[in-house]
């Protein structure tokens, strides 16, 4: 078990340093602020991965992700751990904000067009978005894809 523990680190590290290096982020967003807390293999479910990605978005910052799509199997469930997060997606008409204890879903090959903080008080928001995914498409860059400038 505790070898297991070990090879998920190393591969959350090497997760990690992957966001640094691959996702281009506009200056009010630092790589930082994107964190794989798990990604496992779903034992029942063959080709099919689990991953958890915190976003947090600083106190006093108006923080947002670029426009931006998924891996194209993956399924996703968000949910709005601290603060509120502004979301909308690119078949809905218009910006929902969503509270601490909220969540939404979204579709495989999803277009997230808005992902910000929307806490007006200057507080920090936190989302934890879960994705079901293809294995094979569980590294980034393929988790995250930034649209095009």
């Known amino acids: ?17 992957a966001v640094t290096a691959y996702i281009p982020l506009p200056p009010d967003v630092s ?11 779903i034992p029942n479910v063959p080709g099919k991965s689990l991953i958890g990605i915190l976003v947090t978005y600083p106190a006093g910052v108006p923080g947002a992700t670029p426009s931006h799509r998924h891996a ?21 008409p218009a910006q929902k904000v969503y509270q601490a204890g909220e ?4 579709a ?15 507080g920090a928001s ?11 498409e569980n590294q980034l860059p ?5 649209d095009p400038v």
């Open 103 to 106: 969540s939404w879903t979204e």
């Open 72 to 92: 194209a199997s993956a399924f996703i469930s968000a949910y709005v751990v601290s603060g509120a997060i502004s979301s909308q997606l690119g078949d809905e």
């Open 126 to 136: 936190v989302l934890l978005a879960t994705f079901v995914v293809n294995t094979n």
């Open 1 to 17: 078990m505790f070898s297991l523990a070990g090879n998920i680190f190393g591969s959350l590290a090497f997760i990690a340093l």
């Open 31 to 41: 790589p930082g602020n994107l964190k794989i807390v798990f990604n496992n293999t």
């Open 142 to 146: 393929l988790l995250v894809v930034i």
């Open 108 to 122: 495989p090959g999803a277009h997230h067009i808005v992902s910000a903080n929307a806490d007006k008080t200057g």
